[in-house]
């Protein structure tokens, strides 16, 4: 099977690094024209070098993300796809309940579930007038069991993502958008996970590859495989689904 994404249009939120950089560079890889889109326009400039066109927007308010995809239809005129890569920790570490501060709580619910709901809410017009569309988000193991990470906010933000997910994909499936979304293992793919790693120390490390059926850590191109598939035609029927793309777990 050849995933052929040939002439359409895919939006790709938190796209300068990492899972989203390696999303982007997989659907433009398939055919399809792309639009990054992240509040870091910096370390967004090498995917200019390779066709894919830049889209600077803090997505954290619905200003904010409606402007960033308005933004990639007057570029492009339409948009076939959503990718919401955009979230991660913000720079947070596990810490006890007893510490944790209203803005520590907010800032991850924000980049994480807030970005996708009003990134989908504004491609939705227009997918459901054209009667297609893709929608995939990126939510995370953490929104599904509790997270490595000890962060309570990134649990809660990824357990509401997944939720988000399967509401948008009832509310929209009857005008042919399917709404998924890959839920990725640990995968080192930016300085924060990287971080988060070195922290685990030696044993914990050793204790997390044991628990991971393939034994090895992920790669950001194995969350963008799993996305370009959910993206092709061929993945027409399949809508409403949390896919683990994490190795295997016990």
């Known amino acids: 099977m050849q995933l052929d994404l040939t002439r359409k249009v895919f939006a790709v939120t938190g796209a300068a690094q990492g899972i989203?950089?390696?999303?982007?560079?997989?659907?433009?890889?398939?055919?399809?024209?792309?639009?990054?889109?992240d509040i870091d326009d910096a370390g967004m400039m090498r995917l200019e070098q390779e066709g894919i066109s830049l889209h600077q927007a803090d997505l954290g308010s619905r200003e904010g993300a409606h402007g960033a995809i308005r933004s990639v239809f007057e570029t492009f005129g339409r948009i076939d796809g959503l990718v919401t890569s955009a979230g991660g920790v913000r720079g947070q570490a596990g810490r006890?309940?007893?510490?944790?501060?209203?803005?520590?709580w907010r800032v991850i619910f924000q980049a994480n579930v807030d970005a996708a709901m009003w990134c989908a809410q504004?491609?939705?017009?227009?997918?459901?007038?054209?009667?297609?569309g893709r929608i995939i988000t990126i939510s995370s193991g953490a929104g599904l069991r509790p997270s490595l990470t000890g962060i309570q906010a990134?649990?809660?933000?990824?357990?509401?993502?997944?939720?988000l997910t399967k509401q948008l994909a009832l509310e929209l499936g009857p005008f042919g958008i399917t709404v998924n979304s890959v839920a990725p293992g640990f995968i080192l793919s930016n300085p924060s996970t990287e971080k988060q790693w070195a922290a685990f120390g030696d044993e914990r490390q050793k204790a997390v590859i044991g628990g991971i059926h393939m034994r090895r850590l992920g790669a950001p191109a194995d969350i963008a495989n799993a996305v370009t598939f959910l993206a092709s035609p061929e993945a027409g029927w399949?809508?409403?689904?949390?896919?683990?793309?994490?190795?295997g777990h016990a």
């Open 96 to 104: 006890p309940i007893e510490e944790i501060g209203e803005d520590d």
């Open 122 to 132: 504004a491609v939705a017009p227009d997918m459901k007038a054209r009667g297609e």
């Open 20 to 37: 989203g950089a390696a999303i982007a560079r997989q659907l433009k890889a398939s055919g399809a024209m792309v639009a990054a889109i």
């Open 154 to 163: 990134y649990a809660s933000a990824k357990h509401a993502l997944v939720g």
């Open 238 to 247: 399949i809508s409403g689904q949390i896919l683990s793309v994490d190795g």
